[in-house]
């Protein structure tokens, strides 16, 4: 891989200013924790500080150049700086979404907000990670904290489950893409990624060494990305979790997820072909990958439409959603990729939507069934108005922003001549229009009760509504700016 | 590619036949004269008190949890220490920073009572919530 500057130790830490940033916010927040028993809005806005300064640094390291650091540990590079800026953008929203939640307990409250930004500091190495020890450190990091997340409510018998089913998933998981990479390890005696490529690209890796070190590697990946087989554990614990917990798990492991599996796939198991990327040796990965993203989109749609918890129904589209990120990806090709990131940036603004609304009405829904939305679209205009929009969106009706991501997807795809990909993803978004518009008719079309009379949303849910809707709707008309960012982003792989 | 697994299977089998071996050999060879004391378990020399299956404080976790960090720390401030000449500035601020974040942690576990042996009573955000249970 040419085109990386290598940096010595001390302008390494130059380039890792947004974790550097993240990091003492958190030690901050656990001292303003201690310091401030009964007042934890204080370490929210240390926690909301730190990722505001974060996002603003991984922006300002989209044209820094690309360049590895900590002898080959890590990469900067505008990959890594626009997924970064995905993962503070999505971890401040959802600590917002966290201040009026009923199910974020007074105690550990303190605990839960300052380990929101550890997480995201794991998902930020995660993304810009360039050695097999990066990539399997900072997935754990990810895993450990968010399993304590989502166990935060500690008496609740669903949260504890849900918190144990993912830690022992993850476990497997993990210890199975760590068995990839020692096997990987001792046939090329290195674990750098682009070292890694190098030994593959030669041959002299023995085939059936090469073909079990990139399957087991996937394992880990797929987990955190929710793609089938490794999706098992995504509805129970969408469902366990704190809701604000639920929307950031839709969000930040999984965009640092697909950054991982470009960097590993692409600089590790790939290599340059011309103007793009092929597999490298014989391993015909690309083709495995369409297949796990044929099926993930398939079982995710066919799991959700008879779903009638709206965690649970989220939880599938999820596993829907990964399938067509990973669309983007098979095609390996700029467009793709291109594809890929823009498609994660309008899925924050539209998947957060969602659980925006379901949280800021929390205090006044029965449960999370959909039934409980009977009759929402007369009691609640707004946020029944802004879940329609962002229903919508999901579903990738123009002319919303989930339109321009699906419609860029698509067209990767068919550039690449993966025809019966694209046609399974158009099949796949028809049926997921069934499940989504149930929820539109539960509010508008089916009667509830109407005694409680109108709804009214605390102004806090009401302001972050309006800032998700607008970009929601805004990219599905005027997409330009982003997609030239995104693209910028991007250049350096091709 | 099969015959670089070979050496693998050699590998096996030969740990497996040594250890027999040696097993066999000490059976054959060792002089059996068990007696009380040799059969007490081992407790660095001192007399087992009871039995080992008896319930533990859970305490003894969370203090064994905040030790291995500590543990840990002084692992890590060995080599430092010895090279710390060589190293220069950069070292030492960076160790500061490590220290800073364990002692952080330190601060942590004391303001939360977990390394006093008796817990102190749950604090008044532990009882709001159980009001609200309610």
Redesign the interface.
Known sequence: MTGYAQLDLAASVGQILPELVATAAFLLAVVVDLVSRRRKEAVCAVVLAGCIAGLVLSLAQLKAGQSLIFAGMAAADPLAAILKAVVFLATGLVALFSLGSPEIRMSGRGEYYSLLLVVAVGACFMASAMNFVMVYLATELVTVTSCILVAHAKDDRRASEAALKYILFGAAASGVMIYGISLLYGATGTLSLTGVSRALVSGQVPGLVAVLGVVFVLAGIGYKIAAVPFHFWCPDVYEGAPTPITAFLSIVPEAAGFGLLIRVYMLGFGERMGQGWAAAASLDWPSLLAVVSALTMTLGNLGALHQTNLKRLMAYSSIAHAGYILMGFVALSKTGLNAMIIYIIVYLFMNLGVFAVLIGLSRRLASDQIASFRGLGGRAKFPAFAMTVFLFSLTGIPPLAGFTGKFYLFAAVIDAKIYWLAIVGALNSVVSLYYYVRIIKAMYIEAGETEGGPIQLPALYTALLVALVVPTVVLGIFWGPLAGMTEASLRFLF | ?QY?LVAVLVFMVVGVALLAFILALSRLLQPRDPNPAKLTTYECGEQPVGPAWIQFNIRFYVMALVFVIFDVEVVFLFPWAVVFQKLGL?AFVEMMVFL??LL?GL??VW?NGDIEWVKPL?????L??EK??R
């Open positions: 590619m670089d950069f800073g974040i952080v601060a942590y303001r749950p604090g008044p955000a532990a709001e919530d609200g249970a």
